[in-house]
Nanobody, 120 residues
Framework: QVQLVESGGGLVQPGGSLRLSCAAS????????MNWYRQVPEKQRELVAS???????TYVNSVKGRFTISRDNSLNTVYLQMTSLKPEDTADYFC??????????????WGQGTQVTVST
């Protein structure tokens, strides 16, 4: 049914750039807030960036000025452009979509993740 598929992860050197993509299907993509989370072993999953249907964006402080989240509703895709990458950005990155309805129904979908490694 609803499916989110991340791509674009890989190995990059500190200071480098990487662009993650998340393609959504079987959902009304434009009505979802789309998020990027990241997680490392033994750590809590962290919300990195969020973009609302009106394209309002938010970022965790540690990535402000370095990461940019965007969406292309015609392609049902959300992106995370990561620049000036640091070793501490190393994590498994997950795409997430959330939609709230007036009756308090919440739809919350997750991708399976893509690995980002920042290392020399």
């Amino acid at each position: 049914q609803v499916q989110l598929v991340e791509s674009g992860g890989g190995l990059v050197q500190p200071g480098g750039s990487l662009r993650l993509s998340c393609a959504a299907s079987r959902m009304i993509f434009s009505q979802y807030t789309m998020n990027w989370y990241r997680q490392v072993p033994e750590k809590q999953r962290e919300l990195v960036a969020s973009i609302a249907p009106n394209t309002s964006t938010t970022y965790v402080n540690s990535v402000k000025g370095r990461f940019t989240i965007s969406r292309d509703n015609s392609l049902n895709t959300v992106y995370l452009q990561m620049t000036s990458l640091k070793p501490e950005d190393t994590a498994d990155y997950f795409c997430n979509g959330v939609r709230l309805f007036p009756n308090n129904l919440r739809l919350d979908y997750w991708g399976q993740g893509t690995q980002v490694t920042v290392s020399t």
